[in-house]
């Protein structure tokens, strides 16, 4: 019986020369036919051209993962010849040649290549003939979310004085390849028409319409919106990232995580300093934090005045400290105290972790000046060290204890650093208590914590992984602020 061919190819986003597992068949390159170099790699025995003897002698018992919710969709049978495309954006992985009873599996650039020089009889002219492929092809549900890296579209919602920026990103992403900046929405139809001019994106007329044209949205409006809009965006499998704080309430926070792991979809929350690459140095600089000072001051802000200053600034501190001591809290001492609006407007809370670290976080929205710093005391196990940083800098010093061979620097030198900036960059060794101290420039390569964050939103929908900052993740920070607050608002007479 003369032989028959399938080919079996699945729709995926598997980059370019990477090796793949389907099934326990290792070892295959899949190469987008988008790009249309369709044929995969395949080692094969050599005592059979084209046809492997081993390894690969059976069906693989699965192909790239199923949906989310376990189901195959759109399955459908086509047919072509060898030399015919298949629509761009899937990838074939191999032929299936059944040769009596006997089927086997063979990658397609082995086939073309050996068949077109076999000395098989009848090879020559076989692949010369149209074949009847049957492709069956797998589409996998991905939650509206198309498989190249430019076509995930996210839109905005909410272009005030922070989500304008979420656009100015996306626009510059949308440049570079990384998404597609589907547009966005403002309820104030003269701030939408001047940041869409500003950023070319067109502007959607309501919340619904940005929905029916993106696969993911931010969602940068005032507090007490946030649960209304991201649980109906949720419920139809868009993928968000709501500023935070994520809810005014942790119930409304529990739902949202709730409808969005039935729904797939990733949920992140816009907590912007685990991204400021200040914190990703703090996390190797100090490994046993033993205690933590934060303060975080700015003057009196034209927005997010609906919330205190808790949920405003000291939320930011809250989910690093978390997130950096990792061990339960066990204590909360807070005060706080309103001047220009119904809630606190300055703020401080004691935190007592299980691990023994003590974390002391201080902010205010009535203050003359900015300021954003994090100062740790490191020890434990580790060299006993302090790490002073600044957020908006994205610079700072490690002082730790000299090593023997280590000289004073000449007084001189530390004039002119300290004084004038000169050798600002350079270690400076100075005598306490007889004991020499480093104070070293902590190497800090500087970039934008909003874009980073938005990156990673994409990636995170792309990948299909869970965020860093999760909707799980911003609940416990929540949680804690609640307590904060509970406690302020306890003390008022």
């Keep these: 019986m003369p032989p028959s061919l399938s080919l079996v190819a699945s729709k995926c986003s598997v980059k370019r020369d990477s090796v793949v597992e389907c099934g326990g068949w290792r070892g295959m390159g899949l190469t987008p036919l988008s790009s249309w170099d369709p044929l995969p790699h395949l080692k094969v025995s050599p005592n059979f051209p084209g ?43 191999a032929v299936r040649i059944q040769i009596g009873r006997t089927p086997h599996f063979v990658s397609l650039r082995t086939l073309k290549s050996v068949l077109c020089i076999s000395p098989i009889p009848g090879c020559q002219k076989l692949i010369r003939a149209t074949f009847s492929v049957f492709i069956f092809i797998s589409r996998w549900q991905t939650a509206s979310v198309a498989d190249s890296d430019s076509n995930i579209r996210v839109a905005v919602l909410g272009v005030g004085s922070l989500g304008q920026h979420h656009a100015r990103i996306y626009s510059e992403l949308q440049k570079t390849g990384q998404v597609r900046f589907a547009g966005i929405f403002d309820a104030n139809s003269d701030t939408a028409k001047r940041i869409g001019a500003k950023f070319e994106a067109r502007i959607f007329n309501s919340i619904a319409e940005a929905c029916a044209d993106s696969d993911a949205l931010n969602i940068v409006t005032p507090t ?45 929350v816009g907590h912007v300093e685990r991204f400021n690459p200040v914190f990703t140095f703090l996390q190797t600089a100090a490994p046993e934090p033993r205690f933590i000072e934060c303060h975080r001051l700015s003057p009196y802000p034209s927005r997010s005045t609906d919330i205190g200053v808790v949920l405003d600034l000291m939320i930011h501190d809250l989910d690093v400290v978390l997130a950096f001591v990792k061990s ?14 119904k809630s606190e407007d300055i703020a401080n809370a004691r935190l007592r972790f299980a691990n023994g670290c003590v974390a002391n976080l201080t902010v205010s929205r009535v203050s003359p000046e900015r300021m954003r710093k994090i100062r740790v005391f490191s020890g434990g196990s580790t060299t006993p060290s302090y790490v002073s940083l600044d957020y908006r800098a994205q610079e700072g010093f490690i002082y730790r204890v000299a090593r023997e061979d280590e000289q004073e620097t000449p007084l001189l030198k530390k004039v002119l650093a300290a004084k004038l900036g000169v050798g600002k960059g350079s270690a400076i060794v100075s005598e306490f208590a007889g004991k020499k101290v480093v104070r070293e420039p902590v190497p800090i390569a500087k970039d934008e914590p909003l874009k980073l964050e938005l990156e990673h939103f994409v990636n995170c929908i792309r990948e299909r992984r869970t965020p860093l900052v999760s909707g799980e993740s911003a609940k416990r920070a929540l949680d804690l602020a609640f307590e904060i607050t509970r406690q302020i608002h306890s003390q008022k007479v």
């Design 224 to 268: 007490a919106t946030h649960f209304d809009i991201a649980k109906d965006l949720l419920a139809q499998g868009k993928h968000l990232l709501v500023e935070k704080p994520m809810t005014d309430d942790t119930a409304q926070a529990a739902k949202l995580i709730e409808i969005a792991l039935r729904n797939n979809c990733v949920l992140q």
């Design 51 to 93: 046809l492997p003897q081993s390894g690969v002698s059976r069906k693989p018992s699965g192909l790239p993962p199923h949906s989310h919710d376990g189901k195959r969709v759109g399955e459908r049978s086509a047919q072509t010849d060898l030399n015919g495309e298949i629509s761009p954006g899937f990838c074939a992985l």
């Design 328 to 341: 339960p809290v066990t204590s909360v001492d807070a005060v706080g105290i309103a001047v220009l609006s």
